[in-house]
Protein backbone atom coordinates (compact mmCIF):
# COMPACT_ATOMS: atom_id res chain seq x y z
CA UNK A 1 0.00 0.00 0.00
CA UNK A 2 1.43 3.39 -0.72
CA UNK A 3 2.46 5.64 1.86
CA UNK A 4 -0.21 8.06 3.41
CA UNK A 5 0.72 11.37 5.11
CA UNK A 6 -1.49 12.80 7.75
CA UNK A 7 -2.31 16.10 5.31
CA UNK A 8 -4.56 13.31 3.50
CA UNK A 9 -6.72 13.78 6.05
CA UNK A 10 -6.70 17.89 5.63
CA UNK A 11 -8.81 17.29 2.36
CA UNK A 12 -11.33 19.81 2.16
CA UNK A 13 -14.57 19.24 0.00
CA UNK A 14 -16.66 21.66 -1.61
CA UNK A 15 -19.87 23.02 1.09
CA UNK A 16 -22.34 22.92 -1.61
CA UNK A 17 -21.13 20.01 -4.13
CA UNK A 18 -19.80 17.96 -1.50
CA UNK A 19 -17.16 17.47 -3.95
CA UNK A 20 -13.23 18.04 -4.70
CA UNK A 21 -10.98 18.01 -7.93
CA UNK A 22 -8.61 15.02 -8.32
CA UNK A 23 -5.83 15.29 -11.10
CA UNK A 24 -4.14 11.85 -11.63
CA UNK A 25 -0.87 11.91 -13.11
CA UNK A 26 0.99 9.11 -14.77
CA UNK A 27 4.01 7.95 -12.14
CA UNK A 28 6.06 6.82 -14.70
CA UNK A 29 5.79 9.54 -17.50
CA UNK A 30 4.43 12.67 -15.39
CA UNK A 31 1.93 13.60 -17.70
CA UNK A 32 -1.30 15.08 -16.65
CA UNK A 33 -3.68 11.71 -17.78
CA UNK A 34 -7.53 13.14 -16.43
CA UNK A 35 -9.24 14.93 -13.93
CA UNK A 36 -12.38 13.78 -11.82
CA UNK A 37 -13.99 14.67 -8.48
CA UNK A 38 -13.84 12.54 -5.31
CA UNK A 39 -16.75 12.75 -2.43
CA UNK A 40 -15.58 12.03 1.42
CA UNK A 41 -16.68 8.39 0.52
CA UNK A 42 -15.05 8.19 -2.92
CA UNK A 43 -11.82 9.80 -1.22
CA UNK A 44 -11.74 7.10 1.45
CA UNK A 45 -12.61 4.17 -0.87
CA UNK A 46 -9.19 5.38 -3.03
CA UNK A 47 -7.43 5.72 0.01
CA UNK A 48 -8.08 2.02 1.22
CA UNK A 49 -8.06 0.35 -1.98
CA UNK A 50 -5.85 1.88 -3.34
CA UNK A 51 -7.46 2.34 -6.68
CA UNK A 52 -8.95 5.78 -7.86
CA UNK A 53 -12.50 5.63 -7.18
CA UNK A 54 -13.97 8.82 -8.59
CA UNK A 55 -17.73 10.47 -7.91
CA UNK A 56 -19.30 10.87 -11.40
CA UNK A 57 -21.43 13.36 -11.50
CA UNK A 58 -23.30 11.95 -14.55
CA UNK A 59 -24.12 8.94 -13.11
CA UNK A 60 -24.31 9.86 -9.28
CA UNK A 61 -22.26 7.13 -7.36
CA UNK A 62 -19.26 6.22 -6.91
CA UNK A 63 -17.57 5.57 -9.84
CA UNK A 64 -13.70 3.30 -10.01
CA UNK A 65 -11.95 4.20 -12.88
CA UNK A 66 -11.48 0.69 -14.85
CA UNK A 67 -14.84 -0.68 -13.29
CA UNK A 68 -15.48 -1.87 -17.08
CA UNK A 69 -12.50 -1.64 -19.03
CA UNK A 70 -10.34 -3.15 -16.79
CA UNK A 71 -8.05 -0.02 -17.22
CA UNK A 72 -7.51 0.49 -13.72
CA UNK A 73 -5.81 3.52 -11.88
CA UNK A 74 -3.66 2.13 -9.10
CA UNK A 75 -2.77 4.59 -6.65
CA UNK A 76 1.25 5.56 -6.04
CA UNK A 77 0.87 8.41 -4.08
CA UNK A 78 -1.81 11.53 -3.36
CA UNK A 79 -1.08 15.03 -2.08
CA UNK A 80 -3.08 17.84 -0.98
CA UNK A 81 -2.73 20.91 -1.81
CA UNK A 82 -1.74 24.17 -0.19
CA UNK A 83 -5.02 25.25 0.17
CA UNK A 84 -6.50 21.66 1.13
CA UNK A 85 -9.34 21.56 -1.69
CA UNK A 86 -7.36 20.11 -4.83
CA UNK A 87 -5.83 16.60 -4.54
CA UNK A 88 -3.24 15.37 -6.79
CA UNK A 89 -2.78 11.44 -7.71
CA UNK A 90 0.30 9.78 -9.32
CA UNK A 91 -1.09 6.53 -10.15
CA UNK A 92 -0.18 3.90 -13.02
CA UNK A 93 -2.92 3.56 -15.27
CA UNK A 94 -3.33 -0.31 -16.38
CA UNK A 95 -4.55 0.74 -19.98
CA UNK A 96 -5.46 3.95 -22.08
CA UNK A 97 -7.11 6.37 -19.54
CA UNK A 98 -9.30 8.18 -22.25
CA UNK A 99 -12.68 6.55 -23.07
CA UNK A 100 -10.99 7.56 -26.98
CA UNK A 101 -8.34 4.78 -26.48
CA UNK A 102 -5.30 7.07 -25.69
CA UNK A 103 -2.57 7.77 -22.90
CA UNK A 104 -4.67 10.62 -21.70
CA UNK A 105 -7.94 12.37 -21.93
CA UNK A 106 -6.18 15.80 -22.73
CA UNK A 107 -4.54 14.12 -25.66
CA UNK A 108 -6.20 13.89 -29.29
CA UNK A 109 -5.84 10.03 -30.85
CA UNK A 110 -2.90 11.42 -33.27
CA UNK A 111 -1.35 13.63 -30.29
CA UNK A 112 2.00 11.64 -28.98
CA UNK A 113 1.95 11.30 -24.84
CA UNK A 114 4.02 14.09 -23.01
CA UNK A 115 7.72 13.46 -22.07
CA UNK A 116 8.07 11.44 -19.23
CA UNK A 117 9.81 12.05 -15.83
CA UNK A 118 13.05 10.24 -17.06
CA UNK A 119 13.21 12.98 -19.96
CA UNK A 120 12.23 15.47 -17.42
CA UNK A 121 15.26 14.78 -14.86
CA UNK A 122 17.59 14.88 -18.41
CA UNK A 123 16.61 18.11 -18.74
CA UNK A 124 17.38 19.35 -15.32
CA UNK A 125 20.71 17.55 -15.30
CA UNK A 126 21.28 19.50 -18.66
CA UNK A 127 20.49 22.47 -16.84
CA UNK A 128 23.49 21.62 -14.55
CA UNK A 129 25.93 21.22 -17.05
CA UNK A 130 25.21 24.21 -18.50
CA UNK A 131 25.39 26.15 -15.56
CA UNK A 132 28.84 24.54 -15.49
CA UNK A 133 29.73 25.32 -18.63
CA UNK A 134 28.80 28.76 -18.14
CA UNK A 135 30.04 29.52 -14.76
CA UNK A 136 33.02 27.38 -13.87
CA UNK A 137 33.84 29.84 -10.84
CA UNK A 138 30.79 28.33 -9.00
CA UNK A 139 32.22 24.94 -8.72
CA UNK A 140 35.76 24.94 -9.98
CA UNK A 141 36.61 21.64 -8.49
CA UNK A 142 33.33 19.85 -10.68
CA UNK A 143 34.44 16.92 -12.96
CA UNK A 144 31.96 18.55 -15.59
CA UNK A 145 33.72 21.70 -15.66
CA UNK A 146 37.00 19.95 -16.02
CA UNK A 147 35.68 18.36 -18.77
CA UNK A 148 35.24 21.90 -20.48
CA UNK A 149 38.49 23.00 -19.77
CA UNK A 150 40.28 20.35 -21.41
CA UNK A 151 38.01 20.69 -24.38
CA UNK A 152 35.81 18.96 -27.42
CA UNK A 153 38.44 16.43 -28.13
CA UNK A 154 38.45 14.78 -24.75
CA UNK A 155 35.00 15.12 -24.19
CA UNK A 156 34.41 13.12 -27.50
CA UNK A 157 36.80 10.69 -26.04
CA UNK A 158 34.91 10.09 -22.90
CA UNK A 159 31.84 10.06 -25.10
CA UNK A 160 33.83 6.96 -27.06
CA UNK A 161 35.11 5.17 -24.59
CA UNK A 162 31.53 5.27 -22.50
CA UNK A 163 29.72 4.19 -25.43
CA UNK A 164 32.43 1.26 -25.78
CA UNK A 165 32.06 0.07 -22.59
CA UNK A 166 28.45 0.42 -22.64
CA UNK A 167 28.51 -2.42 -25.60
CA UNK A 168 30.86 -4.44 -23.78
CA UNK A 169 28.43 -4.85 -20.72
CA UNK A 170 25.29 -5.52 -23.19
CA UNK A 171 26.85 -8.31 -25.33
CA UNK A 172 28.40 -9.62 -21.99
CA UNK A 173 25.13 -9.68 -20.74
CA UNK A 174 26.32 -7.54 -17.30
CA UNK A 175 22.71 -6.67 -16.46
CA UNK A 176 23.92 -5.46 -12.96
CA UNK A 177 26.80 -3.07 -14.39
CA UNK A 178 24.85 -1.96 -17.80
CA UNK A 179 22.76 1.01 -16.27
CA UNK A 180 25.81 2.78 -14.99
CA UNK A 181 27.28 2.55 -17.95
CA UNK A 182 24.63 3.68 -19.82
CA UNK A 183 24.14 6.82 -17.10
CA UNK A 184 28.42 7.65 -17.82
CA UNK A 185 27.78 7.45 -21.39
CA UNK A 186 24.31 9.48 -21.28
CA UNK A 187 26.02 11.88 -19.16
CA UNK A 188 28.80 12.10 -21.15
CA UNK A 189 26.37 12.99 -24.13
CA UNK A 190 24.99 15.65 -22.60
CA UNK A 191 28.48 17.31 -21.66
CA UNK A 192 29.20 16.69 -25.55
CA UNK A 193 26.04 18.66 -26.95
CA UNK A 194 26.21 21.50 -24.32
CA UNK A 195 29.83 22.16 -25.61
CA UNK A 196 28.60 21.79 -29.05
CA UNK A 197 25.88 24.44 -28.44
CA UNK A 198 23.30 21.69 -29.37
CA UNK A 199 20.07 22.11 -26.77
CA UNK A 200 18.72 18.42 -25.98
CA UNK A 201 15.56 19.49 -26.63
CA UNK A 202 16.26 18.94 -30.02
CA UNK A 203 17.13 15.44 -30.41
CA UNK A 204 13.76 14.89 -28.56
CA UNK A 205 12.28 17.08 -31.37
CA UNK A 206 14.25 14.96 -34.19
CA UNK A 207 13.21 11.68 -32.34
CA UNK A 208 10.13 12.91 -32.32
CA UNK A 209 9.83 14.07 -36.14
CA UNK A 210 10.99 10.69 -36.56
CA UNK A 211 8.60 8.76 -34.92
CA UNK A 212 5.88 10.48 -37.09
CA UNK A 213 7.14 9.19 -40.12
CA UNK A 214 6.09 5.61 -41.80
CA UNK A 215 8.21 2.91 -40.78
CA UNK A 216 10.12 2.93 -43.68
CA UNK A 217 13.79 3.14 -42.12
CA UNK A 218 14.53 -0.44 -42.16
CA UNK A 219 14.62 -0.16 -46.29
CA UNK A 220 17.23 2.32 -46.16
CA UNK A 221 19.18 -0.09 -43.91
CA UNK A 222 22.04 -2.78 -44.98
Given at each position: MFAQPASLDTLRFDPVTGLAPAIVQD????????????????????REEGRVTFFSRSKNRLWTKGEESGNFLQVNSL????????????????GPTCHRGTTSCFMQ????????????????????????????????????????????PKIAQKVGEEAVETVIDAVA??????????????????????????????????????????????????
Amino acid sequence: MFAQPASLDTLRFDPVTGLAPAIVQDSATGQVIMLGYVNAESWAKTREEGRVTFFSRSKNRLWTKGEESGNFLQVNSLHVDCDADTVLIMATPAGPTCHRGTTSCFMQPDELAAPSVAVGFLAQLEQLVVERHQFPERAPTSYTVSLFQKGMPKIAQKVGEEAVETVIDAVAGHRDTLPGEVADLLYHLLVLLVGAGVPFAEVITVLQDRHKLPNTRHLNEK
